[in-house]
Every structure is written in structure tokens, then in C-alpha cells.
């Protein structure tokens, strides 16, 4: 067995127009734009099904643009999370599910749950939303990231109940929104969101090898001692965990070549 996880890193969507002539190369065309992307990343984050329900030969095209060992997460529809009591969400939930994610195959990867800022933790309201979540369909089995943005979050009963559902509890680095590094599952998500587009990888080299140096140590089961944890107290069992790293939002327009630098690194 190997003692380290895949470390994956990619952006969010594929379609935007500011890629054209600076991640696509001028001329391509549109059609083509997935497949390229799907040459020259390793995963993609698809946020189209937050806002709206895709078809299964939608999802069926993508997964056929895309080479082997290439993943895709799928962010959950938006009904399913804005809503005031989460225990009544099953029925949203399924119809999610049942949209066509299976057609993805072996190209899915984490279905990610994203809340509203003003979403705040309930132990009895996120242990019903956990229940809902399923472990498979289609015979595939899924596994699921939940994205939390109130600070009442930072608190060891939420990763406690987190660690006990094995739901990945989402490390989003962000300029407002609570930043919560604390490892819940078999894996590890990561959306990086302070990006510049006035640097050529969005980021500087200096921050790229820090996000190096952590994704290494998610992937070999370890916690970096540099980021915040809501339960600092509790250590996860160390063992290798596939490693999900989006660069998201800020600095969109230099994304990809974020997602390209971060990649030769954690390759050395």
C-alpha cells in the first residue's frame, strides 16, 4: 500500500470567457474547451448543479471528454442546503442524486454540500442533513464534502459529528468566511480562494510551495501544523487520503495556471 493519497488539484467549472487566449489556446473551440481542460488538470469542480438540475446524458458527455484518472466533484443543488430545517431536504436530496451524477463512473469523485453564511450549526439540524446523505447509487459508492461559512462552526461537536458520518469537512482559505483545517474523512477537500490575477499563478511561488509542503502532509494522513482547527484536541488516525485542491473565486482568471503550478510541486 502506498503511504501517501492522491493529490488532485484543478479549478472550478470550465467555461469562461477570460480563459480564452490564457489557459485555452486562442482558436479552440468550445466544443473542445472540456477536453483540453480535462489534458491539462486533474479535476474539475462542477457548479452548474448548485443552480440547476442537469440530465444524465449530460453528465455521461462529460465523463467521456475526459481522460482516465480524471475526477470531477459535483457541488450540490442549492434546494437541497438553503433551507431552514435540513432534515427536510430528503426529498430535494434524492432528486439530486437521481439527476445523473452516476453517469459520471469512475470520473466521480466528492459531491460537495456548500451553506449559506447565515447557515449556523445545529448539532440535531446537520446530524438529520448527515443521515440523508447516501453512501451509493448506482452501485457507485459516494462520498460527500459539506462547506460550512458561519464562524458557530468552529466548534469540536461539529467535527465530532463530521468525523462520526466520515463526511470531509471542506478547508475553504477565504478573506471572510471561517477557515476550518480539521480532517473528518478518508479524504481531503480544499477550495483556495484568495487568489490574484495580477500574479501569473494567482498565487506566489512562496504560498504555491506552503500549499505543497500541506497537500503532501494531507495525503500522507497528517494534519500541517500552520492551519486552524476547530477541535485541536483530536487527532485523526494517520493513514494515506486522496487530496482535492480548487482554486476558486478570487483570481479565477489565473486559476488553471495555479492548479498547473501546485501540481509540478507536489509532483517533486
Known amino acids: 500500500m502506498s503511504d501517501s493519497g ?18 485555452y489556446p486562442k482558436g479552440l473551440s468550445k466544443t473542445k474547451e472540456l477536453e483540453y481542460a480535462g489534458q491539462h488538470l486533474q479535476t474539475i469542480e462542477i457548479n452548474s448543479t448548485y443552480y440547476g438540475t442537469q ?31 435540513l432534515a427536510e ?13 452516476a453517469e459520471l463512473g469512475d470520473r466521480l469523485g466528492p459531491l460537495i454540500w456548500q451553506f449559506a453564511p447565515t447557515k449556523k450549526f445545529d448539532v440535531d439540524d446537520f446530524g438529520a442533513f448527515l443521515d440523508l446523505l447516501p453512501k451509493k447509487e448506482a452501485g457507485l459508492p459516494l462520498r460527500h464534502a459539506i462547506e460550512v461559512r458561519n464562524p458557530s462552526f468552529i466548534d469540536p461537536d461539529f467535527i465530532a459529528l463530521a468525523r462520526k458520518k466520515d463526511v470531509a469537512v471542506v478547508y475553504a482559505e ?45 495525503a500522507q494522513g497528517d494534519v500541517p501544523d500552520d492551519l ?41
Do not use: C
Open 174 to 218: 477565504h478573506f471572510e468566511y471561517p477557515e476550518i483545517a480539521d480532517i473528518t474523512a478518508d479524504f481531503v477537500y480544499a477550495r483556495l480562494q484568495k487568489g490574484d490575477d495580477a500574479i501569473e499563478t494567482a498565487y506566489p511561488a512562496e504560498a504555491l510551495d506552503k500549499w505543497a509542503r500541506r497537500a503532501k502532509v494531507w
Open 228 to 268: 486552524p482547527l476547530a477541535a485541536p484536541d483530536h487527532r485523526p488516525e494517520k493513514r494515506p487520503r486522496d487530496v482535492f485542491v480548487y482554486f476558486i473565486h478570487e483570481g479565477k482568471v489565473r486559476a488553471p495556471q495555479a492548479a498547473q503550478a501546485l501540481k509540478r510541486r507536489v509532483a517533486k
Open 55 to 85: 440530465k444524465p446524458a449530460t453528465f455521461a458527455k462529460w465523463a467521456s471528454q475526459v481522460p482516465n484518472g480524471f475526477i470531477f466533484s459535483v457541488k450540490g443543488n442549492r434546494f437541497v442546503t438553503n433551507r431552514r430545517v
Open 89 to 101: 431536504a430528503g426529498e430535494s436530496m434524492e432528486y439530486f442524486i437521481k439527476s445523473g451524477v
Open 6 to 23: 492522491t493529490i488532485r488539484t484543478g479549478i472550478g467549472g470550465w467555461i469562461f470567457e477570460p480563459w480564452r487566449g490564457t489557459f
